[in-house]
């Protein structure tokens, strides 16, 4: 299972972004996804995640400003950013936990990441 995410670039202090993370392959199901942010010289963090038909979670600094969402049918997770300041510059990363059919064997794939940047 492979995983493309998009959306990044650069935008001003105030401005707005959606991410997008595109599940491709065959045989899978999707579980809980995941975003992940690396800030520069930072380790990465969660940003949130999200279940099959639930509603998301995030981590405590991310909530308010961030919302995660998900369309099964398409295997698209996306992650809208507003309000972005410059500590908010990082590549943003999707992952995802899920199983293979018919195995049910599980596994878990990171996307290649992409890079947000916000000037002040």
């Known amino acids: 299972v492979q995983l493309q995410a998009s959306g990044g670039g650069l935008v001003q202090t105030g401005g707005s972004l959606r991410l997008s993370c595109a599940a491709s392959?065959?045989?899978?199901?999707?579980?809980?996804m995941h975003w992940y942010r690396q800030a520069p010289g930072k380790q990465r963090e969660l940003v949130g995640s999200?279940?099959?038909?639930?509603?998301?979670t995030y981590t405590e600094s991310f909530k308010g400003r961030f919302t995660i969402s998900r369309d099964d049918p398409k295997n698209l997770m996306s992650l809208q950013l507003n309000s972005l300041t410059p500590e908010d510059t990082g590549v943003y990363y999707c992952?995802?936990?899920?199983?293979?059919?018919?195995?049910?064997?599980?596994?878990?794939?990171w996307g290649q990441g992409t890079l947000v940047t916000v000037s002040s």
């Open positions: 992952n995802v936990d899920g199983r293979i059919l018919p195995t049910w064997r599980p596994f878990n794939s």
């Open positions: 392959g065959s045989g899978f199901h999707l579980n809980v």
């Open positions: 999200i279940t099959s038909g639930g509603p998301a």
